[in-house]
């Protein structure tokens, strides 16, 4: 692609009618990781098997 700057308009225009839009915004692209939740008491388990059978989307019942 090169290097584009800020002010380089007609550079973008060019890059974008050649290319497509997406020659410039998947670099920017990047899967980044926001949050982590635990759950209390789940690395006590007597027998941690249990959470090697939970998928996405699978509903869990929580019991206090």
Do not use: C, W, Y
Not at 12 to 27: D, H, K, R, T
């Amino acid at each position: 692609m090169g290097e584009l700057t800020v002010n380089d308009k007609e550079g973008i225009v060019s890059v974008v009618a050649n290319q497509g839009i997406e020659s410039i915004l998947i670099p920017l692209v990047k899967e980044i990781h926001l949050f982590d939740s635990f759950v209390a008491g789940t690395s006590f388990l007597k027998d941690s098997r249990v959470l090697d059978e939970i998928k996405i989307g699978d509903k869990l019942t929580l019991r206090r």
